[in-house]
């Protein structure tokens, strides 16, 4: 690489859709943006700038159009990868969705000397400030990205997590104020079990690879992580850079979880807890905790089936495709710990279809006490009485 004195950007014109919008980066990146990002890196505003088109390639850029709104400053000898926002806040992953891009091509190049940034546009449009976004700019801190002017344009202190744990209870904080908006969850499978149920396609593989950046960077010797793929039907898995980044640090084993490996383990598995069978509990009722005592400790938390596979796997009237689908529902299940999950499956303990809980009628009084002592919820939340869920549960009640 060249040494240079004089700050100096490589950029390229063309984004992605330029063609079609008739917008290039070299419209949206005027002098007042580009002095204003020299002087916050380097203390100094004057410097020379390079717009170049698809063809041109170093050794920092290859020869393609503007993927992650990036630009390359080059100052004495060190490279500064610098990734534009967008000027909208559209959507709760497209704000964000160039970010995983510029980590990509920032982590894959081998030169030593590299600092990555963030630098906000004019935000006036959208809100740049939602409870998503910002623990979206708190993974881009724990991986490293440097936000240059955030302190001009957002009222939040953005603030690196600190462990895993940290980043699953803000998750579950998140996820619990925007129900039925996520394609990403993150629990504990035990004490140093760490899993993650992503959706790769469309806006959502974005999500997923900057999770698994920021818990590859935090885990310790002791944990292990583990992510599968949520595929659907023929679509793909996460993109084969982020696959790569991710088998690079060495962290995290990837498992993808199409409906062969769902056929599989049905088959061999009477106590059926697939992938998919979690991650659509995950998705129903939210995080791991027990709905008949509120233990919210994820490696004490099952999920456990109202019609049980066993039972579904009986149904001689039913093809496998239809077996399969009902085993692996979201609605054929609950979280529960590990007493109350026994006791359910024992028929010790019971569930009306009206959600109310009842205790089988010839359990010895001290057993009942105990029961009652330890359920502290006697009714099943509205929420999860869907007519899917009443269904399954007469099902069950019937063959008792």
Not at 215 to 232: A, D, N, P, R
Not at 238 to 259: A, N, Q
Request: proline share 2%; net charge neutral; aromatic share 12%.
């Amino acid at each position: 690489m060249t040494y240079r004195n004089i700050p100096h950007f490589t950029i390229k014109k063309n984004l992605q859709k330029s063609k079609n919008t008739g917008i290039y980066f070299s419209d949206i990146l005027n002098d007042d943006v580009l002095s204003d990002v020299c002087y916050k890196i380097t203390g100094k505003h004057d410097y020379t700038l390079n717009f170049v088109e698809n063809d041109y390639k170093d050794e920092f850029l290859s020869d393609t159009y503007n993927k992650g709104r990036l630009a390359i400053l080059q100052y004495e000898s060190t490279i500064h990868y610098i990734s534009f926002s967008e000027n909208r806040a559209n959507g709760r992953n497209s704000s964000v969705q160039s970010v995983p891009t510029a980590f990509n091509i920032f982590f894959c190049n081998s030169y030593p000397n590299k600092k990555l940034h963030y630098y906000f546009l004019d935000t006036q449009l959208g809100n740049f400030e939602t409870d998503y976004l910002i623990f979206m700019y708190r993974l881009m801190a724990t991986i490293g990205f440097n936000f240059l002017n955030a302190d001009n344009v957002l009222t939040h202190k953005i603030k690196a997590f600190s462990s895993i744990e940290d980043i699953i209870f803000n998750r579950k904080n998140n996820s619990e104020r925007n129900k039925g908006n996520n394609s990403t969850y993150i629990t504990k499978s035990g004490a140093n079990s760490i899993d993650i149920y992503g959706k790769v396609y469309g806006a959502n593989k974005y999500e997923s690879s900057m999770l698994c950046y920021a818990l590859s960077l935090l885990c310790h010797e002791h944990q292990k992580i583990t992510l599968y793929e949520i595929i659907e039907k023929d679509l793909k898995r996460l993109p084969e850079i982020s696959r790569k980044v991710i088998e690079e640090m060495g962290v995290i084993k990837i498992i993808p979880t199409d409906i062969t490996l769902e056929k599989q383990i049905f088959k061999y598995n009477d106590s059926l807890r697939s992938p998919r069978y979690i991650y659509n509990l995950l998705d129903r009722i939210g995080p791991k905790q027990c709905v008949l005592c509120e233990c919210g400790i994820p490696e004490l938390i099952q999920g456990a089936h109202i019609w049980s596979v066993s039972s579904i796997k009986k149904e001689a009237n039913m093809i496998y495709e239809e077996k399969l689908n009902h085993a692996i529902n979201g609605h054929n299940g609950l979280w529960l710990c590990e007493n109350h999950h026994k006791l359910f499956d024992e028929n010790i303990l019971m569930i009306k279809e009206n959600g109310t809980i009842y205790y089988q009628e010839k359990i010895p009084i001290e057993h009942r006490e105990f029961i009652a002592k330890i359920t502290t919820i006697g009714c099943l939340p509205e929420f999860i009485m869907s007519e899917q869920f009443v269904e399954y549960l007469w099902q069950r009640n019937k063959a008792v």
